[in-house]
Nanobody, 125 residues
Framework: QVQLVESGGGLVQAGGSLALSCAAS????????MGWFRQAPGKEREFVASITWSFGSTFYSDSVKGRFTISRDNAKNTVYLQMNSLKPEDTAVYYC??????????????????WGQGTQVTVSS
């Protein structure tokens, strides 16, 4: 069983930065892709960014493109999300996820096999 543990959330003013980490542990970890999603109160969970584990190909939602950067450290089984120029509308619980399926639709929550518990990000105006 794979466990994903996020860290790095918190409170920041608009325009500031935060860095999230997601460490994987458990069985031999070899996902096809890992992603970050977020869920604001009263809203559905939405895709933020993803990265393929082998080649490091990245994908972003339009709302974060140019402000957020996803990266990974294969040796540490860790994926990161650097968030810059944060806006109040970025406020949400952020979840990392992993999929073993090479056919996974990277922006779909249903494509992911494992999820972290989430970390709160609050951006004040």
């Amino acid at each position: 069983q794979v466990q994903l543990v996020e860290s790095g959330g918190g409170l920041v003013q608009a325009g500031g930065s935060l860095a999230l980490s997601c460490a994987a542990s458990g069985r031999t970890f070899s996902p096809y892709s890992m992603g970050w999603f977020r869920q604001a109160p009263g809203k559905e969970r939405e895709f933020v960014a993803s990265i393929t584990w082998s080649f490091g190909s990245t994908f972003y939602s339009d709302s974060v493109k140019g402000r957020f950067t996803i990266s990974r450290d294969n040796a540490k089984n860790t994926v990161y999300l650097q968030m810059n120029s944060l806006k109040p509308e970025d406020t949400a619980v952020y979840y990392c996820a992993a999929t073993l399926n090479y056919r996974a639709i990277y922006y779909s929550t249903g494509a992911y096999d494992y999820w972290g518990q989430g970390t709160q990000v609050t951006v004040s105006s």
